[in-house]
């Protein structure tokens, strides 16, 4: 599989409602407590324009891997994910630098980096949106529908100005 189609958790900023229960059932499935500072998602609320819970983008070259002072990150051949050593990883947060998605935590217990392994291809996030606004999405699914969205609103614009 290439790397362009390892599929990422993708957030609809159209359907998202910002409720957080995807940080909830995160923090629940991979570390069994139910507190969202423990999550490897992150639901960001940008009002009033909008909401958009954020993951890995399972980078091609992966910018956090690179940044680590201490080897402790790796991308999974099989399917993109960023495993992280615990045995390595010293919390010094390089790699949240890295990321340009923001998509990295430190955990708050353990001070090691903590960022979506995808719940072995069956993400908890996913299956408890309310509204499915996250989906699993390709590189090449998530750039067709942006050019979707986009075409929508070039036409709208063009439709607004002949007015």
């Not at 570390?31 to 639901?43: H, Q, T, V, Y």
């Amino acid at each position: 599989m290439s790397k362009r189609e390892h599929k990422f958790v993708s957030a609809d900023p159209e359907l998202c409602t910002g409720c957080t229960l995807c940080e909830y059932a995160c923090a629940l499935e991979k570390d069994g407590m139910f507190n969202p500072l423990r999550s490897m998602i992150r639901a960001v609320r940008l009002y009033p324009s909008g909401n958009l819970a954020i993951t890995c983008r399972l980078c091609e070259n992966a910018p956090c891997v690179i940044a680590c002072p201490r080897d402790a990150l790796d991308q999974s051949e099989e399917n993109g994910t960023i495993i992280v050593d615990d045995d390595k990883c010293d919390g010094c947060g390089w790699c949240l630098e890295a990321c340009d998605f923001g998509a990295i935590t430190i955990h708050p217990v353990t001070k090691k980096t903590i960022v979506c392994d995808l719940c072995d291809g069956e993400p908890k996030c996913i299956e408890i949106c309310p509204v499915y606004a996250l989906s699993l999405a390709s590189r090449d699914t998530h750039a067709t529908k942006a050019r979707i969205e986009a075409s929508r609103k070039l036409l709208k614009a063009q439709e607004e100005s002949e007015l």
